[in-house]
């Protein structure tokens, strides 16, 4: 699977929206874009993926670039449930678990 | 409720003392894999499950064996467990393309 980058961290105030970026310049045209979070002391949980149009559902909004080698995960109003790492992952293979980089902690502030 | 459950969630023992973490999943999924969590190194693969009586392994299989007589069924075993096997671990599983479930966590510790 091809490589994505993320900000180690990121910072934002409660209630107001996040944009959460990855770069991903070597996708593949079969690779689909997978978002993950994992809140403190749990496991990962699927937030959304997308191909190539963007995806919206009931966490969280995909805005994928035209060229596909960049993402963003938008949460459109952050609340402290938030806090998380959030995993950008690419995917063209259903056959094999998925492979997790470090991540982006998103620290929210009240 | 779909999900995938593990046990123990917490687990103390000693080294060299067999252990087996069990998993199971009520999604009727093909895949499942176990993962191992540690400070600075992240979520890294152990073992996974296509179907049924095939496995393969991860990126860090040594010191585990796994099975799968069951579909529903993916236990971790640790024969002979060492310190460096003091971990958070992770189960998980999926059918194809789909989203990835993940169990909720066993933490072990190994004296």
């Known amino acids: 699977d091809a490589k994505t980058t993320q900000p180690n961290s990121m910072e934002s105030n409660e209630e107001e929206p996040v944009h959460l970026p990855c770069n991903h310049s070597?996708?593949?045209?079969?690779?689909?874009i997978h978002w993950y979070r994992q809140l403190p002391s749990q496991g990962p949980e699927y937030v959304i993926h997308g191909l190539t149009s963007n995806v919206n559902n009931r966490m969280a909004s995909l805005a994928i670039a035209e060229d596909r080698k960049s993402s963003t995960l938008i949460l459109h109003r952050a609340t402290l449930r938030d806090a998380a790492v959030y995993y950008c992952?690419?995917?063209?293979?259903?056959?094999?678990?998925?492979?997790f980089g470090k991540g982006t902690r998103l620290s929210v502030i009240a | 409720e779909a999900q995938v459950t593990q046990n123990p969630r917490y687990l103390i023992t000693v080294t060299g003392k067999k252990l087996t973490v069990t998993c199971s999943q009520n999604?009727?999924?093909?895949?499942m894999s176990w993962y191992r969590q540690d400070p600075g190194l992240g979520l890294r693969q152990i073992y996974y499950s296509m179907n049924v009586e095939v496995t393969d392994k991860g990126d860090v299989p040594e010191g585990y064996k796994v099975s799968r007589k069951e579909k529903r069924n993916f236990p971790l075993i640790l024969e002979s467990p060492s310190p460096n096997q003091t971990s958070l671990y992770f189960c998980a599983s999926w059918d194809s393309l789909n989203e990835q479930f993940f169990g909720p966590g066993t933490r072990l510790t190994v004296l």
């Open positions: 070597t996708i593949s045209g079969t690779d689909y």
């Open positions: 999604m009727n999924h093909e895949y």
């Open positions: 992952i690419l995917r063209n293979s259903g056959n094999t678990p998925l492979v």
